[in-house]
């Protein structure tokens, strides 16, 4: 059927919703109750189940209600050898070796090219069926070893400094130079070819300040002239410096000056969690008071609002960098660093699991309620650990893997998320698609406490059917009144959604219970 392959429906950039994955992680543990475990097709397995009798798998996907798998590279990278699949090593991909290939190790048989081929083409074909577009991760940014390119033109396709010596702005040992005629071509080719033969749907460039501005809205253009709905978005900074001037660069800075490229926001990620190297440092959800102002800035997803105090004294929000909502990704965790449920416990370790939970919910409610596109890191839905390792690359399958039964264990917090999702998914107010429009219709509340924030959406935004939205985010550990002016229905008590609303309030105080989320509305 891949000749009458058809992409879902997408009608606007913001209301997609990313979920990151690793191709082994999602289906090598026997909880999973997949066939095909570790592979391609481990992801077009359908009526797969736990050990409880609960969806795993492509099914979960469905049910959480994402748009948009991201995979992690599925390129051919070094560090495995696909002809000692039995020494069973493991690596996420960030090593590419031949770029237009596949990884063999996720196909059934590493020793016959066709057959991954068909597997991913059959893997691409189920997610399309099942409604969710796939974004391919590239790391054009740097390569395994130099030979990767020397051999074509030794030190071409590579920066250098002045002296001769080779530059390193990726920390893995070398810099691609996209801004080289044929280094530009390669990258520009090398989309094109994932996007004609393999229709992928998107793609997410590591490091991508490596590349220079230039490159990147050449492939915009170009992609888009393809595919109109293709999704792009990198990492907005570079791992060290880089003799590409800044001004050049791909940064989180200058997404002004990107078409149609959307930026991480690093400012959300660690104002709602706390820093993500300082991992006993605690965020907003854990009570940090110092966040308020970066929450409200990655609300409006780091474009220009009256109500923000942009401040260039500290780390974070110091400018609105972002001139659109939809050029912007919020989130909280991803591959990189701890998972969400680990930082909060290195940070909080006298909490509860109960309030671990409740913090967990705060934080991606605030991600999938604020203007930006949200990404979710693989299991946050089901309290997914890591068992504290920070860095898990090369980490065996006992660290990476996802074990499904958590999915029992959590069937509250899976429940909310599926929810929270819906309710995103339902409410345009919450993906508007301008800056002027959020400035029209996001109004900040002035509240003393230091911790609630507090926002109305006003009057249908973006043509929704809720008049008005009142969202409130409470960061204490202890609850919070507030008084409430006119008739409003709650749909979010920090405990359920209830999109139908759960209790009618009417001109009288509500609690916003600790570490939790708020959400009400006028019709």
């Known amino acids: 059927n891949w000749k009458s392959d058809k992409q879902p429906d997408l009608k606007s950039i913001s209301d997609i919703i990313v979920y990151e994955a690793h191709v082994r ?50 390129f051919d990278y070094k560090s495995l050898d696909e002809s000692k699949l039995e020494e069973n090593k493991y690596n996420w991909g960030y090593d590419p070796q031949n770029y237009n290939a596949l990884e063999g190790s996720y196909a059934t048989n590493p020793f016959d090219g066709l057959v991954r081929m068909k597997e991913y083409k059959e893997m691409i074909l189920a997610l399309h069926e099942s409604k969710i577009r796939l974004v391919m991760d ?43 005629i044929m280094a530009r071509q390669f990258m520009l080719e090398s989309l094109k070819y994932w996007v004609k033969e393999y229709h992928v749907d998107g793609f997410r460039f590591d490091l991508m300040a490596i590349h220079d501005i230039e490159t990147m809205n050449l492939i915009s253009n170009e992609l888009h002239k393809i595919d109109p709905t293709i999704f792009l978005y990198g ?24 078409n149609d490229i959307a930026v991480f926001s690093d400012d959300i990620r660690d104002g709602v969690k706390g820093h993500w190297s300082n991992v006993t440092e605690k965020g907003f959800v854990s009570g940090n008071e110092k966040y308020k102002e970066v929450i409200k800035f990655g609300i409006v997803a780091s474009t220009n609002h009256p109500q923000v105090k942009y401040d260039d004294k500290r780390s974070y929000a110091q400018f609105p960098y972002s001139d659109s909502p939809t050029k912007v990704i919020g989130y909280v965790s991803c591959h990189d660093n701890n998972t969400l449920y680990d930082k909060l416990k290195i ?65 509250a917090l ?41 926002y109305t959406l006003k009057n249908h935004a973006n043509d929704d059917q809720w008049k008005n939205i009142r969202v409130y985010f409470n960061g204490d550990s202890k609850d919070i009144k507030q008084t409430l002016d006119g008739t409003w229905k709650m749909v979010c008590n920090g405990e359920i959604i209830n999109q139908n609303g759960m209790e009618t309030i009417n001109n009288q105080s509500i609690t916003i219970p600790s570490r939790s989320a708020v959400i009400l509305y006028q019709d």
């Open 25 to 74: 992680d999602f289906s090598i543990d026997p909880s999973s109750g997949i066939k095909n475990k570790g592979k391609f097709l481990g992801l077009t397995e359908k009526n797969t189940k736990n050990d409880f009798g609960e969806a795993t798998g492509l099914d979960h996907l469905k049910e959480l209600g994402i748009t948009h798998l991201h995979l992690l590279p599925v």
């Open 235 to 258: 990492e907005g900074w570079t791992a060290g410096d880089s003799p590409l001037p800044i001004d050049k660069r791909a940064l989180k800075t200058n997404v002004k000056k990107l």
């Open 414 to 454: 899976f429940q909310y998320y599926k929810d929270l999702i819906a309710l995103r998914e339902n409410h345009p107010a919450f993906k508007m698609t301008s800056e002027k429009m959020i400035q029209e219709h996001l109004e900040f509340l002035s509240l003393d406490a230091p911790l609630l924030v507090g």
């Open 138 to 180: 590239v790391v054009y940014n740097h390569t395994s070893t130099t030979d990767v390119f020397d051999q074509l033109v030794h030190g071409y396709y590579y920066r250098s400094w002045a002296d001769g010596k080779r530059s390193d702005a990726s920390a893995c040992g070398n810099e691609f130079a996209s801004d080289r």
């Open 347 to 411: 940070a909080n370790p006298t909490a509860t699991e109960e309030e671990l939970v409740q913090m967990n919910k705060l934080a991606n409610t605030i991600v999938l309620t604020s203007q930006s596109i949200p990404f979710l890191h693989m299991g946050v839905e089901i309290k997914r650990t890591k068992m504290g390792v920070e860095n898990s690359y090369n980490s065996p399958d006992s660290i990476n893997k996802i074990d499904w039964n958590w999915k029992h264990e959590n069937k």
